[in-house]
């Protein structure tokens, strides 16, 4: 059925275009360089979550901007300020956390409004895009990757059966370890695709510590040559759910078994950032540095190729979990030398 059109009489051409669009739309006056807010339809009410009377005459970077993607924020103010139109994928904070928006500035000479800002809500497709893009490209390359080294030292066995029992050790454990991780894989293939299946899961508040704490516990268990430790400020609430065990557990087990030490050292920690809005669940490593490139796949910045992919599909866990979640993933150096990894997520009502 078609939206009701709302009426337009004594309504002039832009106000009856914000009325009636179905996407978010604020209409902002620039006050020294800042946008500020003087009228929104109802889709923008309704997406970002705050009541009309609280928002208009305030900055609109405020409310829908992390601390974090301000920058980026500042140089498209920047652009419209020049009476530029700006058109970009952006992400910005909503009512249910980070969301995915093809954003559209447009400049707009009126008496107290000097442009609009359009929001298209392009999460879902953005997510299933790169979710089939894991699956195809990711996940069969690793597959493949695995069955050959199984294939090749399968050959390699039987043309060593008369060599010395050392050979044939060497090559069995080459198996072996392949075999692992194929179960491995098969392992967070599934935990994705349940991720996936329970994707509209609703979020509620979860106490953070007693969450880690248990997944810090299970790692040791099945690591005991690692260093696995915990410091965890006072007990806060995140919005989470189910979902964000797993993505931990992934994390802290990357951290382990990607670290040629004899004792991989890793830790967990909590950290609050934009006035307290968000909470940083970090991990911190003294491994390798995962590589730039990988890096910058796992969080969107470099395009997922038939050569340029990944490895793995447990760091595609964690980022497809926080995307779920609305949060975001952040990857640092570790003031130990290693990787810090960030998994960013909303602060409970009830922490704040």
């Not at 970002?48 to 409310?63: H, S, T, W």
């Not at 008369?162 to 935990?191: F, V």
């Not at 007990?235 to 931990?248: E, F, G, M, T, V």
């Not at 975001?328 to 290693?338: L, M, N």
């Amino acid at each position: 059925m078609a939206p009701e059109i709302l009426d337009t009489e004594g309504v002039d051409a832009a106000q009856c275009l914000i009325n009636n669009i179905q996407d978010a739309v604020v209409g902002f006056e620039l006050v020294n360089n800042t946008p500020m807010i003087r009228e929104a339809n109802e889709p923008f009410i309704e997406t970002f979550g705050y009541p009309r009377e609280k928002i208009v005459d305030a900055p609109l970077n405020e409310y829908i901007v992390p601390d974090w993607l301000r920058e980026e924020a500042t140089i498209l103010d920047k652009r419209t300020d020049a009476g530029k139109v700006n058109y970009q994928h952006v992400r910005r904070k909503t009512s249910s956390g980070l969301r995915e928006f093809l954003y559209r500035g447009i400049p707009y000479n009126g008496a107290t409004v000097d442009g609009y800002a359009i929001y298209i809500d392009v999460t879902e497709v953005v997510q299933q895009e790169q979710q089939l893009k894991v699956f195809n490209r990711v996940l069969r390359h690793n597959l493949r990757t695995e069955a050959t080294v199984i294939s090749g030292n399968i050959e390699r066995l039987l043309t060593t059966v008369q060599k010395t029992p050392e050979n044939r050790k060497e090559t069995i454990m080459a198996i072996k370890e392949a075999a692992d991780n194929l179960e491995s894989l098969s392992e967070e293939a599934s935990q994705i695709t349940q991720l996936l299946r329970d994707s509209s899961q609703s979020s509620g508040d979860v106490e953070s510590h007693s969450l880690l704490q248990e997944s810090v516990a299970k790692a040791q268990e099945k690591y005991p040559d690692a260093c696995i430790t915990s410091e965890l400020s006072d007990q806060s609430y995140i919005r989470a759910n189910d979902q964000l065990k797993p993505a931990i557990n992934a994390l802290l087990e990357n951290a382990v078994v990607h670290n040629p030490s004899e004792t991989p050292h890793v830790r967990i920690s909590t950290e609050h950032t934009d006035k307290g809005a968000w909470t940083d669940i970090i991990v911190d490593d003294d491994g390798p540095i995962i590589p730039e490139t990988e890096r910058k796949i796992i969080t969107g910045d470099a395009e997922i190729t038939p050569h340029q992919h990944g490895n793995g599909l447990g760091l595609w866990l964690v980022k497809l979990t926080v995307d779920c979640l609305g949060g975001d993933i952040i990857f640092e150096e570790s003031p130990v030398g290693g990787n810090r990894v960030r998994l960013r997520v909303q602060t409970a009502t009830k922490s704040l």
